[in-house]
């Protein structure tokens, strides 16, 4: 492999397109359908939680059935081959990443297959329907409990974490993502001032797409498996 001591992955809802989950801002993309200040926000959520709750519900097992393609394989691979560090950062609340092999990951926007409790801050894994009738099962109080993903408005997870390790990488790869989100639409920068060799593999130029030295375009499937393939291969991709 190429003499790259630390990569950062950064993934977005394009790698999950083919396992059938679907992106945000695409044509016909959820945030075409819904408004995202009803569904993903704080604000929404006092509003009408009945809404929000339906939504993810929909979502969870919509993710339930899902299985992780080509994409999420490959990037597993590269994670169990090199030899260095790489963490893997994921705006995505499905769990496809795990389920393909990869361990060193983390959730910045939550995660659909664990609940949150507020008042009590009660957190575990959860696989049913919240509705605003379900009880916390620690604090038993309800209309608290909610999906543990992150809204607008709240501070995504683990950002200590995630700012170190790109001020130490050497490699930082883009995945399916817009570029629309900050604080993830900023890692590119946070990466390039580390000297990182920075690239976004994405279906078509992001808004970012700039940002990064170097580009390959096409559905995930095909140039994430191509990129790691060539860079497992130890030639410059
Ligand atoms: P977006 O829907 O904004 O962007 C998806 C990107 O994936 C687009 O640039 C597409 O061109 C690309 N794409 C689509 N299909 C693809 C495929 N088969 N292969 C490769 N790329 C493909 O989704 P995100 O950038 O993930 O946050 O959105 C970021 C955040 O905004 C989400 O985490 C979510 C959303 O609102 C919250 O809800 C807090």
């Known amino acids: 492999m190429a003499s790259y001591h630390c990569i950062v992955i950064l993934t977005g809802a394009g790698l999950s397109a083919e396992s059938g989950l679907g992106t945000f801002r695409d044509e016909g993309g959820i945030w075409t359908k819904y408004d995202l200040a009803d569904i993903a926000t704080p604000e929404g959520f006092a509003r009408n939680p009945a809404l929000v709750q339906d939504f993810y519900n929909a979502r969870r097992m919509q993710a339930a059935e899902a299985l992780p393609n080509a994409a999420h394989l490959a990037l597993a691979r590269l994670e169990s081959e090199h030899a260095g560090t790489v963490l893997t950062v994921t705006q995505n609340v499905d769990c496809?990443?795990?389920?393909?092999?990869?361990s060193e990951l983390i959730h910045m926007h939550g995660e659909l297959f664990k609940a949150w409790c507020p008042a009590c801050d009660w957190r575990d894994a959860w696989r049913s329907d919240i509705t605003p009738q379900t009880p916390c099962p620690a604090c038993g109080k309800t209309g608290s409990l909610r999906p543990d993903v992150v809204w607008f408005g709240e501070m995504p997870y683990r950002m200590d974490e995630i700012y170190?390790?790109?001020?130490?990488?050497?490699?930082?790869?883009?995945?399916?993502t817009s570029g629309s989100v900050y604080p993830a639409a900023g890692f590119v920068v946070e990466a390039a001032r580390a000297r990182a060799r920075t690239i976004e593999l994405n279906l078509e130029p992001s808004e970012g797409a700039s940002l990064f030295d170097d580009a390959r375009h096409g559905p995930a499937t095909k140039v994430v498996p191509a990129f790691i393939d060539q860079l497992l291969d130890e030639k410059t991709p």
Request: aromatic residues 4%.
């Open 96 to 102: 496809l990443h795990e389920a393909a092999g990869t």
């Open 164 to 176: 170190s390790t790109l001020g130490a990488c050497d490699l930082f790869i883009s995945i399916g």
